[in-house]
């Protein structure tokens, strides 16, 4: 079964740092782009991130760009989002969602089941 | 940037009655890259149709999506129960792949 699993959200306070994982199986993982989205409290999905599957590209949305960092670590099957300078507005819950169709720009399928940040004092 | 603008906002129903969704572009998407995913209260959203017209794997014939250049549709055919829940568009032709604000679903 082809499974994304996110972990390590949690409570931090506003200026503080997370990092995010995303494991993955049942597939290839090399082969394949992968993707952060993120949805705040109640509101809508907004895509923030994409790494290809070597790395060599990478996107930001502007809302993230200076401050996370996303990177992958083909070996381990692991995708990851570093969350530093963080604010109020960043509390979500994040998803990895991988691209439907290796080398391809597609849409998002599989997600995995999110992962809670809460930025507060 | 192209911006997706989904409507109605919120569409109130009744099992078995027939849903149409808007999904907008602000320009038009590119060879018909638009997808709409599903997203139930606290569940990941899950990818209903591709392509503007291609139904996922698993997804049942009531769905179906048609339109191309800046106006596209998720029709449902005859809701029923499990249908009720929050519906978004997505366009994959050009950078960032971003979303619609999405339209709910519910039950009259």
């Known amino acids: 079964e082809v499974q994304l699993v996110e972990s390590g959200g949690g409570l931090v306070q506003p200026g503080g740092s997370l990092r995010l994982s995303c494991a993955a199986s049942?597939?290839?993982?090399?082969?394949?782009?992968i993707n952060w989205v993120r949805q705040a409290p109640g509101k809508g999905l907004e895509w923030i991130s994409y790494i290809s599957s070597s790395s060599r590209t990478i996107y930001y949305a502007d809302s993230v760009k200076g401050r996370f960092t996303i990177s992958r670590d083909n070996a381990k099957n692991s995708l990851y989002l570093q969350m530093n300078s963080l604010r109020a507005e960043d509390t979500a819950v994040y998803y990895c969602?991988?691209?439907?169709?290796?080398?391809?720009?597609?849409?998002?399928?599989?997600w995995g089941q999110g992962t809670l940040v809460t930025v507060s004092s | 940037e192209i911006v997706l603008t989904q409507s109605p906002g919120t569409l109130s129903l009744s099992p078995g009655e027939r849903a149409t969704l808007s999904c907008r572009a602000s320009?038009?998407?590119?060879?018909?890259?638009l997808a709409w995913y599903q997203q139930k209260p606290g569940q990941a959203p899950r990818l209903l149709i591709y392509?503007?017209?291609s139904r996922a794997t698993g997804i049942p014939d009531r769905f179906s999506g048609s339109g191309s250049g800046t106006d596209f549709t998720l029709t449902i055919s005859r809701l029923e129960p499990e249908d009720f829940a929050v519906y978004y568009c997505?366009?994959?032709?050009?950078?960032?792949?971003?979303f619609g604000q999405g339209t709910k679903v519910e039950i009259k």
């Open positions: 049942g597939f290839t993982f090399s082969t394949y782009s």
């Open positions: 320009q038009s998407v590119r060879s018909s890259t």
């Open positions: 969602a991988r691209d439907a169709i290796p080398k391809a720009f597609v849409w998002f399928d599989p």
């Open positions: 997505q366009q994959y032709g050009f950078s960032p792949r971003a």
């Open positions: 392509g503007a017209s």
